[in-house]
């Protein structure tokens, strides 16, 4: 079997590259707080999700009849509700303007600023989980999302997101089968968790930072292909009485392999998700 360790290998790599970026340039004690926090809480999140990779690892291997089981939807939910919490707890950061939404000025959420910036990044988390589906999908769209968030605010610049996009490229090479082809690596639960994570918290600290003049809005056509897939799977799913964190072969992607080899499905929604990011900058501008 294909081992669920993508995203352990990817937070190594993050932890190695950060600690000899920080070392090599004599930055120890100058680490922003914001990047402190959102590494140290990404230790306990691949951690819990690993637990539910686990739990559906030894179900699937056991027993062919076994109903595969893991961590309930609604734990899932509250984990990622209580890891988001402890993000703006600690770093006073959230969602506070929409940007001028309608042309009317700032729209400030006011008292809706951490329920709303909870939904949001819960909603990402979960926008990312499920659309892991076919190899390079999941951390392609995630590595083009935060290479929009990066270049476009300027964020990539005067932090270590440029850190956090590279220790993907090892993953990838790997789930790629790029570099042999019988050790190929998958992101499970815990990675996609952990990278919608990191995707999620650039957008809020980009957009809610005037320094770097990035609407929140226009993050949504940076991850518009896993967002659109997630709520159309939920409205779907919930007209057929099925829980929407089921697994299932209703996804986007599957779709499209139906007429699509899994490499050309890959191709046509990363491009999707080029075009759809270069719009929105076109939308902002």
């Known amino acids: 079997d294909t081992p ?15 600690k000899l970026y920080i070392d090599l340039n004599d930055l120890n004690g100058f680490v922003p707080d914001f990047t402190f926090q959102l590494i140290l809480i990404s230790i306990p999140l691949l951690g819990l ?3 539910d990779d686990y739990l559906k690892g030894r179900d699937k291997n056991s027993d062919q009849n076994t109903k595969i089981k893991g961590l309930k939807a609604y734990h899932r939910i509250i984990i990622q509700c209580i890891l988001t919490i402890y993000m703006i707890s600690s770093t006073g950061i959230y969602l506070e303007s929409l940007g001028n939404l309608f042309g ?24 990312f989980n499920m659309i892991d589906g076919i190899n390079g999908l999941c951390s392609g769209c995630a590595m083009l999302a935060l290479l929009f968030i990066g270049f476009f605010s300027g964020l990539i610049y005067d932090s270590m997101l440029v850190l956090v996009i590279g220790s993907m490229i090892g993953f990838l090479i790997f789930n790629l089968r790029i570099f042999g082809k019988k050790r190929g690596v998958f992101l499970g639960d815990s990675g996609s968790n952990l990278i919608g994570f990191w995707v999620a918290w650039s957008a809020v600290y980009a957009s809610q930072n005037s320094s770097y003049g990035m609407d929140a809005i226009t993050v949504i056509w940076f991850v518009s292909i896993p967002l659109l897939d997630c709520i159309g799977l939920i409205f779907s799913r919930a007209k057929r009485g099925i829980s929407f964190m089921s697994a299932g072969r209703d996804h986007i992607h599957h779709k499209l392999m139906q007429k699509f080899s899994p490499e050309g499905t890959l191709f046509i929604i990363l491009m999707i998700s080029l075009a759809s990011g270069l719009f929105g900058i076109y939308l902002q501008n």
């Open 49 to 51: 999700f690993l637990i």
């Open 4 to 18: 669920l360790t993508g995203g352990i290998g990817i937070l190594i790599a993050l932890l190695i590259s950060g």
């Open 104 to 127: 009317f000025g700032e729209v400030e959420l006011g008292s809706l600023s951490i329920p709303f910036t909870v939904f949001c990044v819960v909603g990402i988390m979960n926008a």
